[in-house]
């Protein structure tokens, strides 16, 4: 067993395609944030998607990350106690959750077809996500079961009228109300794929993580994660999250922009060019000079870090 003490954080990247600028200052907060205090850092890699995540796009990830100097202790390649560290080949554990879950009472089959959940009428979070309004809890097992002889359900966890708050390590006090804010949430889909909310729980929890550091992206996911912990008697760990990259324009980084993934870049530019630009933007490299991820210690500290979303200026990379 680990000496409790020790901070572990972690990177989890979903490998659906090539890594980008927003996800490598992702691992290098992540990175920084737990070396600075002599800790350890986990890779798992988030394939629960396995249509939209080969191994491959793995194995890339993992090779940009050495080309960084951005390390881990634990996880492909490196090995460790927690492992397998990918999520495709841990759904036993998932699923023994998930019974868990159900064996309280807390899980029912729902048989709403993608269009049904997009209705006009239903609301949406502000992530534009649809909050679930409830239509198949109150099914009995004999309705649920003549459904399921034509569809096959997805699983939603039960939540209670409950506000769920938490102080974030870098966007302060957060706090949501799970049944206006969010609904019944997903914990399988009707394909049978784990829901990230749960095995991102699990896994967490299983290895040991004790900070969490992700764009503010999915700041709203945390109170459904903050319940799961509760329900399944596990520890939570402390979050951080981290305002956005902006392109240029101002559009939320994706996959699709090219011109920010790596393999655009690494015919470029140095890795220490990339991470100093990226500290710089990020408010702890006090000029874009290049700079690495080792040497950006001695500067980082998460009060530099602003709160607002941050645009990459045009011909920066
Ligand atoms: N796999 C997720 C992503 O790449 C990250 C999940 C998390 O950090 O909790 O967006």
Not at 2 to 30: T, W
Not at 80 to 101: H, I, K, N
Not at 233 to 253: E, N
Not at 264 to 275: M, P
Request: glycine share 8%; with cysteine; hydrophobic share 40%.
């Amino acid at each position: 067993m680990e000496c409790a003490d020790i901070p572990r954080g972690r990177f989890a990247p979903s490998p659906s395609g090539r890594i980008h600028l927003g996800n490598i200052l992702c691992c290098l907060l992540a990175w920084l944030s737990v070396r600075q205090r002599g800790g350890r850092v986990v890779l798992r890699v988030e394939d629960l998607d396995t249509a939209r995540c080969p191994r491959r796009y793995a194995a890339q990830i993992e090779e940009d990350l050495r080309w960084l100097g951005l390390d881990w202790d634990e996880g492909p390649g490196a090995g460790g106690p927690d492992g397998p560290y990918y999520q495709s080949e841990r759904t036993a554990l998932y699923q023994a959750a998930l019974e868990r879950l159900a064996d309280m009472g807390l899980v029912y089959p729902c048989f709403c077809t993608r269009a049904e959940l997009h209705a006009a009428s239903a609301p949406h979070r502000e992530d534009g996500q649809v909050v679930y309004g409830g239509t198949c809890r109150c099914l009995t097992a004999a309705e649920a079961a003549e459904r399921a002889k034509v569809r096959s359900p997805a699983l939603r966890l039960r939540v209670p009228e409950e506000e769920i708050a938490f102080t974030d390590g870098h966007m302060g006090p957060y706090r949501e109300s799970l049944a206006w804010d969010c609904g019944d949430f997903l914990l399988r889909r009707s394909d049978g794929m784990f829901a990230y909310q749960l095995a991102v729980v699990v896994d967490d929890a299983a290895m040991g993580v004790t900070e969490v550091v992700r764009g503010a992206d999915l700041l709203s996911s945390t109170p459904r994660q903050l319940l799961l912990y509760r329900l399944l008697g596990l520890t939570a760990p402390s979050f951080i999250h981290f305002p956005l990259l902006l392109a240029p324009d101002g559009r939320r980084l994706s996959k699709r922009d090219v011109d920010a993934g790596l393999d655009s870049l690494r015919g470029r530019v140095t890795a220490a060019e990339v991470l100093g630009k990226l500290a710089y933007l990020a408010g702890f490299n006090p000029s874009a000079e290049p700079r690495t991820a080792e040497a950006l210690l001695a500067d980082f500290s998460w009060q530099k870090v602003p709160g607002e979303d941050i645009r990459i200026p045009a011909e920066l990379f």
